[in-house]
């Protein structure tokens, strides 16, 4: 089926659903098009459990965040990027509050209760407890669902982006409960599909961070940056049911300490700052520790540091959590272990989305848009996708009056047939996850990343003859997009020969006098 649209806008997170809400309110006559793979609170943003960072009080100025931002970054961030974010974050921050009706937490002076996270060297963290990004998905759904001018469509899976000589037309897209691909035709197609956490064994993302929108931008013919950069949250609940279930930093925030299997505190060893060091060093902490002891996981203990009420109030949601698994924060210490978190990497853009393929865009983790560098601070991620969602309204608004709708062909499912094997989907993409994990995880040599490579080359063949030999489906798509991301993180980390932020290879221990970022683009 043909559909027509003025903006196609890929995903539901808070990028997705902000742009969606700012340019209704600036074009109110343009037709909005969201669509999402699964239901629209599922993303990464409803999981996230820390805040969102803003200067806020008089205790910080936005030197201090620019400063902590860039020294998180290592060398690698725009600081005229950075500069901008951060700066406009108070504003952003107020239209969560007034126009979307988030309600922050508030401490007992009735002031904002602002927590502190690793990177920060102050309080700056506006959160609701522990579920921030529930209550901000939960809000920003309520109010894009009474916007006259948008349609929603959940359970629509992009499958890929129509895109000639560096220009996008719009994208096909699977219906997931019909079984047919739709051709959308867009002046303008946005991608918030977020990060790509499902290409490892262990991590904290949903099951639809699966890389979707950096796998479709780069066979558009956008360019790809800082892949190798992919950041490991330190403390991922430690239980075979719990599925990669967060612990958010803000406990480490409010005091918690990291112990091994022994009760011994081990982070002092590792950087001054302790349990409130960049989460690469807490992360690689960690590994290390385990690697000695031969221990599947670390304990994280909170119960020895506050009082059992405290916890309850300030971390409802992690307490009820780890409650189902029979673990008492208040009582006992946390196994944790690191997980896949947040891609630092992404499309080469500027802050407004915008990318060298013309009338694509592209928001929130899907992005690179020189704010993280090669690791991302806490809390930046939220405000980043807030900021550049607004400038992204504004440019789209701006230039609205200059974009064409073009048609382009229907989609040909050619000898495409129903598959029988649909086995060989879950076997290629458990060995991925397993080899990404063990071979391009917290620490890297260069014997480990042509060993990656060799097999995802084995498999990228395997799984674009499935892709062509045999109808559609969401599995499939997913698989796909993830080995392609798989790719580009191999190949950007060989390329690297230094370690720098969260890219540590044992071959090249320290930093380059001379970096750039990585980037990449069609053909490899």
């Avoid at 560096?166 to 219906?175: E, P, R, T």
């Avoid at 279930?245 to 590792?270: H, P």
């Avoid at 405290?310 to 006992?332: A, M, Q, V, W």
């Avoid at 917290?442 to 097999?455: F, N, P, S, W, Y």
């Amino acid at each position: 089926m043909k559909l027509k649209t003025n903006f196609l806008i890929i995903g539901s997170g808070i990028s997705g659903l902000s742009l969606a809400l700012y340019l209704s309110k600036l074009v109110p006559d343009e037709r909005i098009l969201l669509i999402t793979k699964e239901s629209l609170h599922e993303s990464s943003t409803f999981h996230a459990q820390g805040g969102i960072a803003c200067v806020w009080n008089n205790n910080d100025n936005f030197e201090k965040h620019i400063r902590d931002t860039l020294v998180a970054g290592d060398g690698l961030c725009d600081e005229k990027v950075v500069r901008k974010i951060i700066t406009q974050a108070p504003e952003r921050i107020n239209d969560l509050i007034e126009l979307v009706g988030v309600e922050f937490t508030r401490n007992e002076n009735g002031e904002y209760d602002l927590g502190k996270e690793g990177g920060h060297s102050v309080r700056r963290v506006l959160h609701v407890n522990d579920q921030t990004g529930q209550s901000i998905e939960q809000a920003l759904i309520r109010n894009v669902k009474k916007l006259p001018n948008v349609e929603i469509k959940e359970y629509w899976c992009a499958v890929n982006l129509y895109a000639e000589n560096f220009k996008c037309y719009g994208a096909y897209v699977l219906d997931q409960k019909t079984n047919e691909i739709h051709n959308i035709t867009a002046k303008a197609t946005i991608l918030a599909t977020g990060g790509a956490g499902k290409i490892y064994l262990y991590t904290t993302n949903p099951d639809i961070a699966s890389g979707d929108g950096i796998a479709m931008a780069y066979r558009a013919g956008v360019i790809i940056a800082n892949m190798e950069f992919y950041q490991f949250h330190p403390t991922c609940l430690y239980h075979p049911y719990a599925k990669s279930f967060l612990i958010s930093e803000a406990l480490r925030g409010e005091g918690a300490v990291l112990r091994n299997i022994s009760g011994n505190e081990f982070m002092q060893n590792y950087h001054p700052s302790k349990e409130l060091a960049p989460r690469d060093i807490v992360s690689r902490a960690i590994d290390a520790e385990l690697k000695k002891s031969g221990d599947d996981h670390v304990l994280l203990d909170i119960a020895s540091k506050k009082d059992p009420n405290f916890i309850k109030s300030h971390f409802p949601g992690i307490y009820e959590n780890c409650l189902k698994f029979n673990i008492d924060i208040t009582r006992e210490a946390i196994p944790v272990v690191p997980s896949a978190h947040y891609s630092v990497g992404g499309c080469l853009t500027k802050i407004d989305g915008s990318t060298k393929v013309k009338n694509l865009y592209v928001v929130g983790e899907s992005a690179c848009t020189g704010l993280h560098g090669a690791n991302r601070l806490a809390s930046n991620s939220l405000l980043e996708g807030l900021v550049c969602s607004y400038e992204c309204a504004k440019t789209l608004g701006n230039v609205i009056k200059d974009l064409k709708i073009n048609e382009f062909k229907e989609w040909e499912p050619g000898n495409a047939v129903p598959s029988t094997e649909a086995v060989i989907i879950t076997q290629n993409w458990d060995e991925i996850r397993r080899f990404m994990w063990n071979y391009v995880g917290i620490v890297r040599t260069d014997l480990r990343l042509q060993r990656a490579k060799k097999r995802i080359n084995l498999l990228l063949d395997e799984i674009n003859q499935y892709y062509w030999d045999f109808k559609i489906e969401k599995n499939l798509v997913e698989l796909r997009n993830l080995a392609t991301v798989a790719k580009l993180i191999i190949v950007s980390a060989i390329s690297r020969k230094e370690s720098r932020g969260i890219h540590f290879n044992l071959d090249y221990p320290h930093k380059s006098e001379m970096s750039r970022p990585t980037t990449l683009r069609r053909p490899w």
